[in-house]
């Protein structure tokens, strides 16, 4: 069993940063593959970015690379998402998820992911 739970969400203007985390408990992120999604009501969760387990590499979607940076703190047990130049398109609730297997191909699914937190709620707008 892994436990998941995000922290670090809120409101900023359009342009800002902010960095969630998830905590990770029951396993180690080192060993497991860790993924950020996001959700806006009415809509599909969508994927934003993964770190695969034992240094598998790092995967971001089209909209958020170059902007978010997914990052592992193995000491903490813990996976960040540092989310700069934020665009009210970033608007949604952020859900951290973890699978043990990490398999290349569905590493962008949400089917992929078997551990999910609670989500942290992220409001960018001026």
């Known amino acids: 069993q892994v436990q998941l739970v995000e922290s670090g969400g809120g409101l900023v203007q359009p342009g800002e940063s902010l960095r969630l985390s998830c905590a990770a408990s029951?396993?180690?992120?080192?060993?497991?593959?860790m993924a950020w999604f996001r959700q806006v009501p009415g809509k599909e969760r969508e994927f934003v970015a993964a770190?695969?387990?034992?240094?598998?590499?790092?995967y971001y979607s089209d909209s958020v690379k170059g902007r978010f940076t997914m990052s592992r703190d193995n000491a903490k047990n813990t996976v960040d998402l540092q989310m700069n130049t934020l665009k009210s398109e970033d608007t949604a609730d952020y859900y951290c998820?973890?699978?043990?297997?990490?398999?290349?191909?569905?590493?962008?699914?949400?089917?992929?992911?078997?551990?999910w937190g609670q989500g942290t709620q992220v409001i960018v707008s001026s």
């Open positions: 770190i695969r387990r034992h240094g598998g590499g790092t």
């Open positions: 998820a973890a699978t043990t297997t990490g398999i290349l191909s569905t590493v962008r699914q949400v089917t992929g992911y078997g551990y």
């Open positions: 029951g396993r180690t992120v080192s060993s497991t593959t």
